[in-house]
C-alpha cells in the first residue's frame, strides 16, 4: 500500500523522506537516483512488431484465402492455367493489403505511451545543499525540494510544504476544469484524487502563483505512470463486427471442406474406375472448394468501412480504426465524460441574485452570444440599475480578458473570471469601454486563506494613470485623494464578503444590511449551491476624497452588498436534444465524472440522464460495491461522480458482463485506460490529450456529445 503523503504533515514528511527545505545533498541525490532510478515512463510490455504482423495471418477468414491462393497456385502452376494463377495472386494481393491495414492500425497503439511521456516536465527547478538548480526531470528522485511556478509543468508527484495563491490545472488527470487552488494543511488519508489539495501531480500545469514542494513519487509510481501501466496493459477486444467474421470465417471453412468432401465421395462412388482417376477427382473437388470461397468479402467489408470513414469525417467523427465504424452503430450504451464533451468545460454564469430578484443568464460557454431574463423577459439595465452595478464589478474585480479565435471563443485567465465578463457582454456592456473609463489603480489579490480579491479604480487618463502607477504603493493612496470618485470593487466567497458589508444596494440606494437580510442571502447561497452554482458574493465601497492605505483591514471593510451571482459549467443544448434521441434509439447513456456528485446530479437531471427512481454513485461508494450487486443494479446507475481509471474501466466491465455493446467517451490522461477496455473509445479532438487519442477508435473533431 503507497504512503498517503497528503495525510502527512510537513514535519513528518521531511522525516520520513531524510530530507529538508534546502534539499538533499547532490550526493544523496546520486546514491537515490542510482537506486530508484530515472525519473520517467517506462514500456512494462514491448509487443514486437514482427508478432502484430504475424497476428494479422491467424484470422480464421485469412487463413482460408491462404489456403485458397496456395492451391490455385498450385493448380495453375500444374495445368498451366492462367486463369488459377491470377486467381492466386489476386487472393494474395487482398490478403497482403488487408494485413498492412491491421498492422498500421494495431502499431499505432503502441503510441499511448509516447503520448504520455510527452505530458512529462523536461526540466525542473530544484533544491540541493541550499542552491536553486535547473535539472533534467528525469533525474529528479524521491525527498528533492521542487519549486514551481505559474506556467511550469509539474515534474513529479509532490507533497507541498510551501504555497503563495498557488493555483494547477489538474484537468486531464482528474477531469475538472477549473483550477484547483493548493494549500500544505494536513488532508484525511482516503481523500479522493481530485481533493489533494496539499499534492500535485506529474504531468499538471501551474496557473498562477508559487510554491515549493518534496517529490514523494517518481517514475511509474506516479498517478500519470499507474495511468501509463493500466493503457500498457490493456488489449483491444474485437469488435462485434471483427467477432461475427470470425465466426463467418469458421463457417465458411466447415462448409465448404463439407460440400468439398461430398462431391469427392460421390465422385469416387460413381466413377467406374476411381483409382485410375484420383488425382482428377480430388483436383475436381479442391477446385470446387477454392471457387466457392469468397475471397472478395474482406475487400467487400474494408470498402464498406472506408465509405462509412469518409461520411463520418463530413459528420465531424475521425475513425482511427475501421471496424470502428460498424461497433458505434452497434453500440447500446454510451458511457460519457461530463467536462467538455456533455458540457462545454467552460464556466457559466446562469444566475445572478440582486435586490431579492433572480435573473437567468441564457448562452453557452465563453461565447458572448445570449441574454440576461427576469420572469423569461429580456433585461434592459437602464431599468435594472442594482443588476448593473453588479455586472459591472464582476467586469472590474477581474483579470480574465476573452479572444475570438476563428468560431471559437477563448478565456485569458480565471475562467472563472471569464465567466463573468461573459455575462456583462451579454447583457450589452463592452468590458473594454468600462476598464478604459475606470482603469485599475490598486488591488488586494486574491488567496486561498483570505478569499476575496479587491480593486480600486478612478476614472483616470493614460497619462495620469501611468503616474498614479508609478507611485509606491505604500504612499499611492496620498496621490489617489487629489482625484475624483474612487469605487472599490470586491468579490468572493459570499460569507466573506457579506461579513465585510454594512450596507446593501436596493433600487439604486444604499440601505442598511440588517441581520434579517443577512440570513436570506445566506439562504438563497445555499439554495443556489444545491443546484451545483458556484457561488460568489459581489460588493462595493464608495471613495469620494480620500482613500486609507491600500491594506485589506482598511479597505475591506463597510462595503455595499451588490448580490450573488451563480455558474457552473452549463450542458451543451445540442447534447441535451443528442441524448433525446439516444433513449428513443434505445441507447441508454451513462455520465462519468471525475467532479463532485451533487454538480454530476444537477447536471445529468438537467440533460435528462438521470431520471426519477435511478441513482449516483461516487467512486468512494462503487469501492464498497460487490461485483454481484454492481451486475445487478449497474442499468439502474446513470451518474457516476469523483471515479478514477480503475473504476471507469470496472463500470465498462459491468455493462459487458450484461451483454451490452459499451462506448466510451474521454479527453484526459484518467480516460485512457477506459477507452481502450471498451467496445469503442471515442476521444475528444479539441481539448482531448494525446493519450486519450491514441488510445481510443473514434476522435470527434468538434469534441461534441451530439456527432456521436
Same mark, same amino acid.
Given at each position: ?93 487482398? $490478403? ?13 497503439? &503502441? ?95 501551474? #496557473? ?9 513519487? %517518481?517514475?511509474?509510481? %506516479?498517478? *500519470? ?5 493500466? $493503457?500498457?496493459?490493456?488489449?483491444? #477486444?474485437? =469488435? ?8 463467418? !470465417? ?28 484420383? #488425382?482428377?477427382?480430388? *483436383?475436381? /473437388? ?15 467489408? %474494408? ?37 467538455? @464533451?456533455? =458540457?462545454?468545460?467552460? +464556466? ?9 430578484? %433572480? ?30 452595478? /453588479? *455586472? ?32 456583462? +457582454? ?82 439604486? &440606494? ?15 447561497n445555499q439554495e443556489m449551491a444545491t443546484r451545483a452554482l458556484r457561488v460568489l458574493g459581489l460588493a462595493s465601497r464608495s471613495f469620494p476624497e480620500e482613500v486609507p492605505p491600500i491594506r485589506e483591514q482598511a ?37 462519468? @465524472? ?24 461516487? !467512486? ?10 454492481? *451486475? ?32 466510451? @467517451? ?22 482531448? @490529450? ?15 456529445? /451530439?456527432?456521436?
Amino acid at each position: 500500500m503507497p504512503e498517503a503523503w497528503h495525510a502527512v504533515d510537513v514535519a513528518t514528511l521531511f522525516e520520513r523522506q531524510a530530507s529538508s527545505p534546502t534539499g538533499l545533498s547532490k550526493g544523496e541525490a546520486s546514491e537515490r537516483l542510482a537506486r530508484m532510478g530515472p525519473n520517467e515512463l517506462v514500456q512494462t510490455t514491448r509487443i514486437s512488431p514482427i508478432r502484430i504482423l504475424f497476428e494479422q495471418f491467424t484470422d480464421v477468414l485469412v487463413i482460408i484465402l491462404i489456403i485458397a491462393a496456395v492451391i490455385s497456385g498450385y493448380l495453375g502452376i500444374s495445368k498451366g492455367d492462367s486463369t488459377e494463377l491470377w486467381d492466386a495472386v489476386l487472393i494474395a494481393i487482398i $490478403v497482403v493489403l488487408n494485413s498492412i491495414l491491421g498492422f498500421v492500425q494495431e502499431f499505432r497503439a &503502441e503510441k499511448s505511451l509516447q503520448a504520455l511521456k510527452a505530458l512529462a516536465a523536461p526540466k525542473a527547478h530544484v533544491v540541493r545543499e541550499g542552491e536553486a538548480l535547473v535539472v533534467p526531470a528525469r533525474e529528479l528522485v524521491p525527498g528533492d525540494a521542487v519549486m514551481l511556478a505559474a506556467g511550469d509543468k509539474v515534474p513529479a508527484d509532490l507533497r507541498l510544504f510551501e504555497v503563495a495563491s498557488f493555483r494547477t490545472n489538474e484537468a486531464s488527470l482528474t477531469g475538472e476544469s477549473t483550477p484547483v487552488s493548493k494549500t500544505t494543511a494536513v488532508l484525511p488519508a482516503d481523500a479522493f484524487l481530485g481533493d489533494r489539495k496539499n499534492m500535485t501531480f506529474m504531468g499538471t500545469t501551474v #496557473e498562477g502563483g508559487r510554491g515549493k514542494g518534496l517529490v514523494v513519487a %517518481t517514475g511509474m509510481a %506516479t498517478e *500519470l505512470g499507474k495511468i501509463a501501466g493500466l $493503457v500498457q496493459q490493456e488489449t483491444k #477486444e474485437e =469488435t462485434p463486427l471483427q467477432r461475427q467474421l470470425d465466426r463467418l !470465417g469458421r463457417q465458411i471453412g466447415l462448409i465448404i471442406l463439407g460440400i468439398a468432401a461430398a462431391v469427392f465421395v460421390i465422385m469416387f462412388l460413381k466413377e467406374a474406375d476411381p483409382m485410375g482417376k484420383l #488425382e482428377l477427382l480430388f *483436383l475436381t /473437388a479442391v477446385g470446387l472448394a477454392v471457387a466457392a470461397i469468397p475471397e472478395g468479402l474482406p475487400a467487400v467489408v %474494408t470498402i464498406s468501412l472506408a465509405l462509412g470513414l469518409q461520411r463520418m469525417i463530413k459528420r465531424h467523427a475521425l475513425i482511427r480504426k475501421l471496424p470502428a465504424v460498424e461497433a458505434l452503430g452497434a453500440a447500446t450504451v454510451i458511457c460519457s465524460d461530463k467536462t467538455g @464533451t456533455l =458540457t462545454k468545460g467552460e +464556466m457559466n454564469v446562469r444566475s445572478f441574485f440582486v435586490d431579492g430578484r %433572480t435573473y437567468e443568464v441564457r448562452g453557452e460557454g465563453f461565447d458572448p452570444g445570449g441574454d440576461i431574463v427576469a420572469d423569461g423577459q429580456p433585461v434592459d439595465l437602464k431599468a435594472h440599475a442594482d443588476l448593473r452595478e /453588479a *455586472l459591472v464589478c464582476g467586469v472590474l474585480c477581474n483579470d480574465a480578458s476573452l479572444r475570438r479565435e476563428g468560431e471559437r471563443w477563448t478565456c485569458e485567465g480565471d475562467p472563472t473570471e471569464g465567466a463573468l465578463v461573459v455575462a456583462a +457582454m451579454r447583457a450589452g456592456l463592452d468590458a473594454d469601454i468600462l476598464r478604459s473609463e475606470q482603469p485599475r489603480v490598486a488591488e488586494i489579490a486574491f488567496t486561498s486563506e483570505r478569499k476575496l480579491m479587491s480593486t480600486l479604480h478612478a476614472p483616470l487618463s493614460a497619462q495620469a494613470l501611468r503616474e498614479i502607477l508609478a507611485v509606491s504603493e505604500d504612499r499611492r493612496h496620498l496621490s489617489l485623494a487629489e482625484i475624483g470618485a474612487k469605487m472599490l470593487y470586491v468579490k468572493g466567497a459570499p460569507e466573506r464578503v457579506l461579513a465585510a458589508c454594512t450596507h446593501q444596494l436596493v433600487q439604486g &440606494e444604499r440601505r442598511p444590511l440588517t441581520d434579517y437580510d443577512r440570513k436570506q442571502y445566506l439562504f438563497q447561497n445555499q439554495e443556489m449551491a444545491t443546484r451545483a452554482l458556484r457561488v460568489l458574493g459581489l460588493a462595493s465601497r464608495s471613495f469620494p476624497e480620500e482613500v486609507p492605505p491600500i491594506r485589506e483591514q482598511a479597505l475591506e471593510e463597510g462595503l455595499t452588498f451588490l448580490g450573488l451571482v451563480g455558474m457552473m459549467d452549463a450542458p451543451r443544448l445540442d447534447a441535451m436534444t443528442a441524448i433525446d434521441r439516444c433513449k428513443k434509439a434505445g441507447i441508454q447513456v451513462v455520465m462519468i @465524472t471525475g467532479d463532485h456528485k451533487l454538480t454530476a446530479m444537477a447536471v445529468a437531471r438537467e440533460m435528462g440522464i438521470l431520471a426519477e427512481g435511478e441513482r449516483a454513485l461516487t !467512486g468512494e461508494e462503487l469501492d464498497k460495491v460487490p461485483e454481484d450487486d454492481l *451486475l445487478r443494479d449497474v442499468e439502474r446507475i446513470k451518474v457516476y461522480a469523483r471515479v478514477s481509471p480503475e473504476h471507469k474501466m470496472r463500470i465498462v466491465d459491468a455493462w459487458k458482463k450484461k451483454g451490452h455493446i459499451v462506448a466510451m @467517451t474521454g479527453d484526459g490522461v484518467n480516460d485512457a485506460p477506459a477507452l481502450k477496455r471498451s467496445d469503442l473509445g471515442v476521444a475528444m479532438g479539441i481539448t482531448g @490529450t494525446d493519450v486519450a487519442k491514441e488510445s481510443a477508435d473514434m476522435v470527434l473533431t468538434d469534441d461534441n456529445f /451530439a456527432s456521436i
